[in-house]
T-cell receptor
Framework: DTGVSQDPRHKITKRGQNVTFRCDPISEHNRLYWYRQTLGQGPEFLTYFQNEAQLEKSRLLSDRFSAERPKGSFSTLEIQRTEQGDSAMYLC???????????????FGDGTRLSIL | GQNIDQPTEMTATEGAIVQINCTYQTSGFNGLFWYQQHAGEAPTFLSYNVLDGLEEKGRFSSFLSRSKGYSYLLLKELQMKDSASYLCAVSNTGGFKTIFGAGTRLFVKA
C-alpha cells in the first residue's frame, strides 16, 4: 500500500491558463474523490468516481472543471481558463466500498496546491 | 440544506481531556467520520460512527446521536502532537458523497 499520490505538489500559473492534475489512488480502491480546500475550511466535494464512471459532480463545479478516470485507475482533474478564485489545495481521496463494506474511510493524498497569479 | 457546525478553535493543556462537538443537518445519513489534519498535510482517518453510541479507539473516542444530529470527538491524555484541525464529515445515503465541516483547530499547550 503506497498510499494516494498526487502530482504535481504545487502549481503556479497565470490567470486564463489551463491546468491538469493527476491522482493515483490506492491500487485496489474502486472509489476516487476530488475535493477543493481553502485556508481555514474543510474539504469541499467536487466529484467522485466508482471505477471509471463519474457518478456525481458538485453543482458548485463550473463547466471549466472536468475530471476523468479512463481506466478506473488514475484520475485527472482539469481546470480551463483558470481564475484567481481557483487558487486552493486540490485533494484526491480513494476508498474501497461494496458488498458488506458500504461505507469506508477515505484515504487522502497530500494534494496539489494551485496558485493563480 | 446541508450544514455541519463545529467550533472554530479550541485550546487545551497537555495531559488533559478535550471534547470537540459537531452538529449536522444533511439530506440522508450513512455515517459520520472524524479526520485529523495537521497544517499542510492531508486529512487522516480517526473514527467512524454509523449507529448511536460511543466508539473507542485508544486515546480517541467518538460519540453519535442520530436523533439529535450530534457527534463529539473525545481526546484523552492530550499530547503536543495532537495540535491539529479536526474535521467532522457526514456521508449521505449510499455513502456516495461526504460533506465536511470547516474543522476545529485544536491548540495543545504545555
Amino acid at each position: 500500500d503506497t498510499g494516494v499520490s498526487q502530482d504535481p505538489r504545487h502549481k503556479i500559473t497565470k490567470r486564463g491558463q489551463n491546468v491538469t492534475f493527476r491522482c493515483d489512488p490506492i491500487s485496489e480502491h474502486n472509489r476516487l474523490y476530488w475535493y477543493r480546500q481553502t485556508l481555514g475550511q474543510g474539504p469541499e466535494f467536487l466529484t467522485y468516481f466508482q471505477n471509471e464512471a463519474q457518478l456525481e459532480k458538485s453543482r458548485l463545479l463550473s463547466d471549466r472543471f472536468s475530471a476523468e478516470r479512463p481506466k478506473g485507475s488514475f484520475s485527472t482533474l482539469e481546470i480551463q481558463r483558470t481564475e484567481q478564485g481557483d487558487s486552493a489545495m486540490y485533494l484526491c481521496a480513494s476508498s474501497l466500498v461494496g458488498g458488506d463494506r458500504p461505507n469506508q474511510p477515505q484515504h487522502f493524498g497530500d494534494g496539489t496546491r494551485l496558485s493563480i497569479l | 440544506g446541508q450544514n455541519i457546525d463545529q467550533p472554530t478553535e479550541m485550546t487545551a493543556t497537555e495531559g488533559a481531556i478535550v471534547q470537540i462537538n459537531c452538529t449536522y443537518q444533511t439530506s440522508g445519513f450513512n455515517g459520520l467520520f472524524w479526520y485529523q489534519q495537521h497544517a499542510g498535510e492531508a486529512p487522516t482517518f480517526l473514527s467512524y460512527n454509523v449507529l448511536d453510541g460511543l466508539e473507542e479507539k485508544g486515546r480517541f473516542s467518538s460519540f453519535l446521536s442520530r436523533s439529535k444530529g450530534y457527534s463529539y470527538l473525545l481526546l484523552k491524555e492530550l499530547q503536543m502532537k495532537d495540535s491539529a484541525s479536526y474535521l467532522c464529515a457526514v456521508s449521505n445515503t449510499g455513502g456516495f458523497k461526504t460533506i465536511f465541516g470547516a474543522g476545529t483547530r485544536l491548540f495543545v499547550k504545555a
